[in-house]
């Protein structure tokens, strides 16, 4: 992931940032979690600010492009980002199937995997998740 382009590296990060506001609520082990992704990118302490003026379109631009591996690899950071703080919320989900879709990405997120997670958002039911993904 390090081979990616610096562009490319403040999209998964826009991305990323934008699964942590999906659920409106910030928590710490999430932002530690964006701060170790740009530690690894090898990014400036003030990468927020690049990743704060970036549109989501400009960044699902630059991923769509990103060969098939690259994206399995942002796959798996999104899906880390969304049980990091051990809830999976509806809104959550729903970004990350929508980011999958315009970036055609196979999606692999399945929520029986995270059995040690809560659920939360408009639909709290496992089985309501699954007929959604």
């Known amino acids: ?42 990014l400036a302490d003030n990468y927020m600010d690049e990743v704060n003026n970036i549109v989501t379109s400009q960044a699902l631009s630059i991923v769509r492009t990103l060969p098939t591996d690259l994206k399995e690899k942002i796959t798996k950071m999104m899906g880390k980002m969304i049980v990091i703080d051990k809830d999976i919320n509806y809104n959550e989900v729903k970004l990350y199937n929508a980011v999958c879709e315009s970036c055609n990405i196979e999606q692999n997120f399945n929520i029986e995997d995270y059995s040690w997670c809560t659920f939360s958002g408009t639909l709290v039911n496992p089985e309501d998740f699954a007929n959604i993904i």
């Open 1 to 42: 992931m390090k081979e990616l382009t610096h562009n490319a590296k403040i999209a998964v990060l826009k991305i990323l940032n934008d699964i942590v506001n999906a659920d409106n609520i910030v928590k710490d082990v999430e932002v530690d979690y964006m701060n170790e992704i740009a530690r690894y990118f090898e």
